[in-house]
């Protein structure tokens, strides 16, 4: 999953343009940080993300339903699955297991929200698209448009606050950023990459791209900080369970699968 969110920092003074990645958006960030929860504190993490890759591959599959344009990678899974034969879904986990394999020579280390996004998005979303017609009408577009909007927000906002590890997509664009590139800019020139593929091969491009990519950042915003799973230390005056402290948004990065 991949979207144009404000993300936390936790250092004020960094400027947008620093190269890097941010702490909570490093792919190996997850990997380390599980391992050295308490149980009780690991399944929390666990069950928000498998809620956030839920809530995102339903959102996925109202996008579509809409029928007014969606993301720039859900375009260019869409085109694929016309031009393949295949489900939306089934292509969504191949370009997955795909981008992955171009983490060995970035030497990035997945964590397991890495590898429960590469699969479930793509399962809930042909899932939900078995079960939700299509949109029939301007106002059922777009009310289904604004409902699935909100909806990816709330999945980012879980799957970020969890903590577990960066998506395919975001890792492949933070191990480039890490590299010495402006995350901003390697972030743009791959999803419009993304979307211009997607739109050559037939993919729905639309009014509900334009306003994805508007709406997205600031609803995301709302949601990061309250979804966001702090460490105790936050809490108890020092101790810690792991996980990578979320503060406030205010950078601009790829977030999601």
Not at 235 to 240: I, L, M, Q, T
Request: one cysteine or more.
């Amino acid at each position: 999953m991949t979207v144009s969110t404000p993300l936390p920092r936790s250092d004020p003074s960094r400027s947008d343009e620093e190269p890097g990645p941010p702490a909570t958006l490093k792919a190996g960030s997850g990997a380390a940080a599980w391992r050295g929860l308490r149980p009780d504190r690991f399944v929390r993490r666990l069950v928000q993300l498998n809620v956030g890759l839920l809530l995102y591959g339903m959102s996925t599959a109202l996008l579509l339903r809409a029928g007014l344009g969606v993301d720039p990678w859900t375009a260019l899974h869409q085109g694929l699955a016309g031009v393949l034969g295949l489900s939306v879904g089934n292509v969504s986990i191949v370009v997955s297991l795909l981008v992955l394999l171009l983490w060995i020579p970035l030497r990035q280390r997945p964590g397991i929200g890495t590898l429960l996004d590469a699969v479930v998005v793509g399962l809930v979303t042909d899932a939900t698209l078995a079960v939700c017609p299509r949109a029939e009408g301007l106002w059922a577009q777009g009310g289904l448009l604004g409902a699935a909007v909100l909806l990816n927000a709330v999945a980012t906002a879980c799957y970020l606050g969890a903590g577990l590890g960066a998506g395919p997509r975001d890792g492949l664009m933070t191990g480039l950023a890490a590299r010495g590139h402006s995350l901003r800019a390697t972030r743009t020139v791959i999803e419009l990459s993304a979307l211009g593929a997607g739109w050559l091969l037939g993919g729905p491009v639309g009014v509900g791209t334009i306003a994805y990519a508007v709406l997205i950042g600031p609803l995301a915003q709302i949601f990061i900080p309250r979804l966001a799973i702090r460490p105790p230390r936050a809490f108890d005056g020092g101790a810690s369970d792991g996980g990578a402290p979320v503060g406030e948004p205010a950078d601009s990065a790829p977030v999601g699968t």
